[in-house]
């Protein structure tokens, strides 16, 4: 029976995992994240992956950093045919990686050598791109550069968000793991070096990234909302307050009046302007402080604080 370690945390990487347990691979064990605070009362919660570990009594490691920890130590002592990785999101020691007897590979989210680095759903769909993808890559030192083994692509939709490309794009790579893992095992397996004129980058998104610029295209503005959705959000400076776009339609029209301004206030519409002329019609919003809420919902508590043609929007 072939052995793995498995290294990861997130939803994305939990199905992966189940996956390689059902068709009857030894994992070893699982590194994931240390459990993390989540929510309001902050509770201690173990990650997706962890959880599928511990459903099938599969021993978890779980260091904070993994260089140079007891926890890597472990992994070595263990000497698997393969170290697979999706999504584990710390850099893993050469000494860790030559470990493994066969290989160590990572199933990486997008086409690479597009999009190296922590947050590539993200920019596929901020930036609008029409696919996107998973690559099977030989891990290397350097950040998402190893040698391509597989790779396949899929469309992103107008209505894809961060969440709706992370479950495809974790179906995807679990199937073409299952496709590509005996295909290494075999030997029978034509590795593709990345063309290093073609790489970008796509690191993790900070703070100051998630506020919307409407000086945008209103095709663009609702990529970038869709690209940070549902985590971490995006908002606006609306009317003074700080404001999450949880949903938006692109809008035909066109208009003459600058970005970020009203166009349409109605009892149940709010259409603002964007960059080259476009309309973008709100939905559904977030206001600092209030759950979210329908646009004829927010509608209703600011009675007839917007005006069309007032500049509502903070650029």
Do not use: C
Request: charged share 25%.
């Amino acid at each position: 029976m072939t052995s793995i370690v498995f290294m990861g945390t997130p939803e994305f990487s939990a199905p992966i995992l189940e996956a390689l347990i059902q068709h009857h691979y030894e994992v070893k064990a699982v590194v994931t994240q240390p459990d993390r605070p989540v929510g309001r009362k902050h509770v201690l919660t173990a990650s997706p992956v962890k959880k599928v570990a511990l459903a099938h009594d599969i021993e978890v490691l779980q260091p904070e950093k993994i260089g140079g920890s007891e926890e890597m130590a472990r992994a070595i002592e263990l000497a698997p045919d393969f170290i697979v990785t999706a999504a584990f999101g710390q850099f893993l020691p050469t000494k860790l990686l030559k470990s493994a007897k066969t290989a160590a590979i990572n199933v990486h989210a997008s086409l690479l050598p597009k999009y190296r680095g922590g947050a590539p759903v993200h920019y596929a769909v901020m930036n609008n791109d029409a696919k996107t993808g998973v690559s099977i890559i030989y891990m290397v030192k350097k950040m998402d550069a190893g040698d391509i083994i597989s790779q396949k692509s899929i469309p992103i939709e107008k209505t894809d968000d961060v969440g709706s490309m992370f479950d495809k794009l974790s179906v995807l790579g679990r199937d073409l793991l299952l496709e590509t893992l005996p295909k290494l095992i075999d030997g029978d397996v034509n590795p593709v070096p990345q063309d290093e004129k073609k790489v970008t980058f796509s690191p993790t998104i900070k703070p100051a990234e998630e506020e919307v610029d409407f000086s945008m295209s209103a095709v663009m503005v609702d990529a970038k909302i869709r690209g940070l959705r549902p985590f971490p959000t995006s908002y606006i400076i609306l009317s003074g307050t700080r404001t999450k776009l949880w949903d938006v339609t692109v809008l035909p029209e066109k208009t003459d009046l600058a970005p970020g301004k009203v166009v349409v206030h109605e009892k149940h519409r709010l259409v603002l302007s964007t960059g080259d002329h476009g309309t973008l019609q709100i939905n559904a919003l977030q206001p600092a402080g209030k759950p979210k809420q329908s646009i004829t919902d927010f509608l209703n508590g600011t009675e007839d604080a917007l005006t069309e043609g007032e500049q509502v929007v903070k650029l």
